[in-house]
């Protein structure tokens, strides 16, 4: 299943030796949602991990390693998907005490820069989780039409879960996988 990225942009130049117009087209970006994700591991109890993911990444993804004031990354995936393998904890999960999916059915980000680092590059933006809009950064890679990048976040910044830390961590580690087209 492919989710359309980026429209196709036609740009109309004007060529002054012959007075013609041409068009080029810059290359159309899709997700290939079957093998884009999210990754995430919390602790229960401050000892077992449990893992789980979340799927339907879909939005606009602007990338050019050769031109980063340009690109720009707006993503959600969807949590009705989301899967520790326990179906019980996971409808729990989807319920108004955390992810209350029935009122925010996505987690987004929206990037406001992309800057170039020794180890790949940070998406600087808002994320937004249950209507609360945070800003983070992203340090991601991106290889072979692939992007990569792994995340902490405090749950509890976004009241996500109303147990207490030591039942549910507060720190999630998120790894994003996301592959394009």
């Excluded at 893992?51 to 949590?79: C, E, H, R, W, Y």
């Amino acid at each position: 299943m492919h989710s359309n990225l980026q429209c196709q942009i036609f740009v109309l130049l004007n060529n002054s030796k012959n007075n013609t117009i041409s068009s080029i087209m810059v290359t159309t970006q899709t997700i290939n949602t079957t093998d884009s994700l999210a990754n995430f591991q919390i602790k229960m109890f401050g000892l077992k991990k449990v893992n789980g993911t979340i799927g339907g990444m879909q939005g606009q993804i602007n990338f050019d390693p050769k031109n980063l004031a340009a690109s720009g990354f707006d993503v959600s995936v969807n949590l009705a998907t989301i899967n520790t393998k326990v179906p019980k904890r996971d409808e729990h999960l989807k319920q108004a005490d955390f992810f209350d999916v029935a009122n925010h059915p996505q987690i987004r980000f929206k990037s406001s820069q992309i800057i170039a680092t020794d180890n790949g590059y940070q998406a600087i933006g808002t994320l937004t989780v249950r209507g609360i809009a945070q800003e983070i950064t992203i340090p991601f890679t991106y290889q072979n039409n692939r992007f990569e990048g792994t995340l902490e976040l405090n749950r509890a910044n976004f009241k996500v879960g109303k147990v207490p830390g030591f039942v549910v961590g507060k720190k999630v580690t998120i790894a994003i996988k996301c592959v394009v087209e």
